[in-house]
């Protein structure tokens, strides 16, 4: 047999071994009427998580804190158990008013918390790992992320500079259970940072419909991290800024159905009214994956606006980068 055909059966056997990775981590879903949300385990943690998490950056985002404190408790009465946040979102607002209400009621119990650390040096990671504890109001993290790892030198940065070193110490500590990285720029990143010798825990990367044809992330990371049973985290869901919704380019019930679809343990949507919650909640209890047929269908009828980027600019500007990462890298917080 030539080595064309060879290279072309091992590529075949290499696609049909993710798909059935694939198909496992779908199947661990629960059922919804056990736990009101359903539930998939976080890779090679085993805890089991909620498939929808609450956004940290748009709980900083809503105008009263009261209010931000009852989406929190609200979605924790209904199932969702997985809280994200960031030490930057909203210059600490967000872990502050998460923590004051996973605080009331013992509801840190209920909550597999996670937050991520922006700096890529060891004494100041430290010194931000203290800080997210103190404003959540609790001794230890579930998940700490290594943040928006969104420029080609991060992954060195990250191992260099010391924060990977803050992070194993955090988690010989016991302040720290499990560790990760996000991005949401180039997938090659994500890949420099799998390359890098650490098992990591969790990685946190664009998961919509529009992924599939540009930089995609569910092509090129997913597999990757299937084959290691690293726990997938996804976000930017409906496109980070709604874009996708405001064009009538798909629908709600769309976009919650094809990230779900997709072997990730948990999605963390942006959910900052409780209009906004009750929606999730709804789409996500009666979820059932979407057919082959469909997605195909989907997939067809977005393709032209699918492979430019408009909806996930994101991935192609400094605009939805934070500003802090801006600066620890060199450029102008303002502008594209």
Same mark, same amino acid.
């Given at each position: 047999?030539?080595? &064309?055909?060879?290279?072309?059966?091992?590529?075949?056997?290499?696609?049909?071994?993710?798909?059935?990775? /694939?198909?496992?981590?779908?199947?661990?879903?629960?059922?919804?009427?056990?736990?009101?949300?359903?539930?998939?385990?976080?890779?090679?943690?085993?805890?089991?998580?909620?498939?929808?998490?609450?956004?940290?950056?748009?709980?900083?985002?809503?105008?009263?804190?009261?209010?931000?404190?009852?989406?929190?408790?609200?979605?924790?009465?209904? @199932?969702?158990?997985?809280?994200?946040?960031?030490?930057?979102?909203?210059?600490?607002?967000?872990?502050?008013? #998460?923590?004051?209400?996973?605080?009331?009621?013992?509801?840190?119990?209920?909550?597999?918390?996670?937050?991520?650390?922006?700096?890529?040096?060891?004494?100041?990671? #430290?010194?931000?790992?203290?800080?997210?504890?103190? =404003?959540?109001?609790?001794?230890?993290?579930?998940?700490?992320?290594?943040?928006?790892?969104?420029?080609?030198?991060?992954?060195?940065?990250?191992?260099?500079? @010391?924060?990977? =070193?803050?992070?194993?110490? /955090?988690?010989?500590?016991?302040?720290?259970?499990?560790?990760?990285?996000?991005?949401?720029?180039?997938?090659?990143?994500?890949?420099?940072?799998?390359?890098?010798?650490?098992?990591?825990?969790?990685?946190? #990367?664009?998961?919509?419909?529009?992924?599939?044809?540009?930089?995609?992330?569910?092509?090129?990371?997913?597999?990757?991290?299937?084959?290691?049973?690293?726990?997938?985290?996804?976000?930017?869901?409906?496109?980070?800024? @709604?874009?996708?919704?405001?064009?009538?380019?798909?629908?709600?019930?769309?976009?919650?159905?094809?990230?779900?679809?997709?072997?990730? &343990?948990?999605?963390?949507?942006?959910?900052?009214?409780?209009?906004?919650?009750?929606? /999730?909640? =709804?789409?996500?209890? /009666?979820?059932?994956? #979407?057919?082959?047929?469909?997605?195909?269908?989907?997939?067809?009828?977005?393709?032209?606006?699918?492979?430019?980027?408009?909806?996930?600019?994101?991935?192609?500007?400094?605009?939805?980068?934070?500003?802090?990462?801006?600066?620890?890298?060199?450029?102008?917080?303002?502008?594209?």
């Amino acid at each position: 047999m030539s080595d &064309s055909h060879s290279t072309r059966r091992e590529f075949i056997q290499a696609g049909v071994a993710v798909a059935a990775l /694939a198909e496992q981590v779908l199947a661990q879903t629960s059922s919804a009427s056990a736990t009101g949300i359903p539930t998939r385990v976080l890779g090679r943690t085993g805890v089991r998580v909620s498939v929808i998490g609450i956004g940290g950056g748009h709980i900083g985002g809503v105008k009263e804190e009261s209010d931000g404190i009852r989406i929190i408790h609200a979605a924790l009465d209904e @199932g969702v158990t997985f809280m994200d946040n960031a030490w930057e979102y909203s210059n600490g607002r967000s872990e502050d008013v #998460m923590g004051k209400a996973l605080k009331m009621d013992g509801r840190r119990s209920k909550a597999f918390l996670m937050t991520k650390v922006c700096s890529r040096e060891y004494a100041v990671a #430290m010194q931000q790992l203290e800080e997210s504890l103190r =404003r959540l109001q609790t001794d230890h993290l579930d998940l700490w992320q290594f943040h928006e790892c969104n420029y080609f030198n991060d992954p060195e940065w990250v191992f260099e500079k @010391g924060a990977i =070193r803050a992070g194993i110490e /955090a988690r010989k500590q016991g302040k720290v259970r499990f560790l990760g990285f996000t991005g949401h720029k180039s997938p090659q990143i994500h890949l420099q940072m799998l390359a890098k010798p650490f098992e990591w825990d969790t990685v946190q #990367m664009p998961n919509n419909v529009m992924d599939a044809g540009f930089f995609s992330f569910s092509k090129e990371v997913m597999p990757a991290c299937l084959k290691r049973n690293i726990g997938i985290i996804g976000m930017k869901g409906c496109g980070g800024d @709604g874009q996708m919704l405001a064009k009538n380019a798909v629908t709600v019930d769309e976009c919650y159905r094809y990230f779900l679809s997709q072997p990730v &343990s948990v999605q963390v949507c942006g959910l900052a009214s409780m209009e906004h919650l009750r929606e /999730a909640i =709804r789409v996500t209890r /009666a979820f059932k994956p #979407m057919p082959d047929d469909e997605l195909k269908k989907l997939q067809s009828r977005i393709r032209d606006v699918q492979g430019d980027g408009r909806f996930e600019l994101f991935k192609s500007s400094k605009r939805f980068d934070s500003a802090y990462h801006r600066i620890q890298h060199g450029f102008e917080t303002q502008g594209v």
